[in-house]
């Protein structure tokens, strides 16, 4: 059955633009605010009386679309964008959180679950492995881990990525865009002809999937003097960053990762997380996509360390685009 259909009498007397818009001001609502109580309060009386404080569905509406966009205003000039919210992207703005708690760190991430690949240790196993001296990242997370010499375990992968989840999610300066897919790179040219990144061009996944199937669906930005890429490898979103410097003629082409070798690849993806163009800085799997690295397969240390030197260099690169007015 159809809802009925509003109706509309003639108005009793003329209407003047105040009298329109005082209709659609927000009315204050008295709300009955309900002491918070404690579990033990609430334990075994869930009979006895027990329902929850009174709200207008519009209320919960509000809550939510006022606090996002407002969260869209505030971000839409950050200081550092990360692209890609798995271990090696999170790793990086654990960092940036901890160092910098004045600057503005936008994280946008395709997936609705943060984390990429790092909820498990491989092959569906819980628990983790980090080579040492990655442990150092765990400590000062504050994951504990049994010490295998030279290698350490973490019980439950999720223990690490909810962890370090957490703590990034809970800096008052760090905004996640969760659902939400960077479509392209924002460039400036320098009067010397080379190529800055100057931010992200971003798109709810949703939307970014169905572009082929709908009409023309334009996207949203970001601007910021400096982008962490951390994508992954090649795949739906991964090493998307890095496709796209191929595509404007930044890179000549992609070495592609190699086949797993853990003692090569870890090292090389730590020590080569660098600028690739400026303004961005890539660092984790999508690395590799880059170099030609080999794939270090389900260990986890370079991820958390790659993160922890993307994060060095972004603070680098800031502090030389504030300086040159490049802001």
């Excluded at 869930?46 to 505030?74: C, H, N």
């Excluded at 910098?100 to 395709?110: M, S």
């Excluded at 890429?229 to 191929?246: C, E, I, M, N």
Aim: charged fraction near 20%; aromatic fraction near 8%; proline fraction near 5%.
């Amino acid at each position: 059955m159809s809802p009925p259909a509003a109706t509309f009498g003639e108005p009793s007397s003329p209407t003047n633009a105040a009298q329109l818009k005082a209709g659609f001001d927000v009315k204050p609502v008295t709300i009955n605010v309900n002491k918070s109580k404690t579990l033990d309060e609430l334990a075994y009386k869930w009979e006895e009386g027990f329902k929850f404080a009174p709200i207008r569905e519009s209320q919960v509406s509000r809550a939510m679309t006022r606090r996002y966009f407002q969260d869209l205003d505030t971000y839409a000039e950050s200081d550092i964008v990360i692209v890609g919210a798995g271990s090696c992207g999170l790793s990086a703005a654990y960092m940036l959180g901890k160092a910098r708690p004045d600057l503005k760190i936008a994280i946008i991430e395709a997936s609705v679950s943060p984390g990429g690949g790092a909820w498990l240790g491989g092959q569906l196993f819980s628990a983790m492995v980090m080579r040492k001296p990655a442990d150092a990242f765990l400590t000062d997370l504050g994951v504990a881990f049994e010490d295998e010499g030279d290698f350490v375990v973490v019980k439950h992968a999720a223990l690490f990525t909810s962890t370090l989840l957490s703590k990034v999610l809970s800096f008052p300066n760090i905004k996640l865009f969760n659902a939400t897919a960077v479509e392209d790179l924002i460039t400036r040219t320098s009067p010397d002809g080379t190529l800055r990144i100057a931010g992200v061009v971003t798109n709810w996944t949703l939307v970014t999937m169905h572009h082929d199937d709908q009409s023309c669906m334009d996207p949203n930005t970001i601007n910021a003097p400096v982008v962490i890429s951390t994508t992954g490898h090649d795949g739906p979103f991964g090493a998307f960053s890095v496709k796209r410097l191929v595509s404007m003629q930044q890179l000549d082409k992609l070495g592609g990762m190699r086949g797993l070798d853990m003692n090569t690849a870890e090292d090389a993806i730590v020590k080569r997380t660098r600028e690739i163009v400026p303004g961005l800085i890539v660092g984790g799997m999508e690395l590799s996509e880059v170099d030609g690295a080999n794939r270090m397969g389900p260990t986890f240390g370079a991820m958390a360390l790659s993160g922890v030197k993307a994060a060095e260099e972004a603070l680098e690169i800031f502090a030389e685009r504030k300086r040159q007015n490049e802001y």
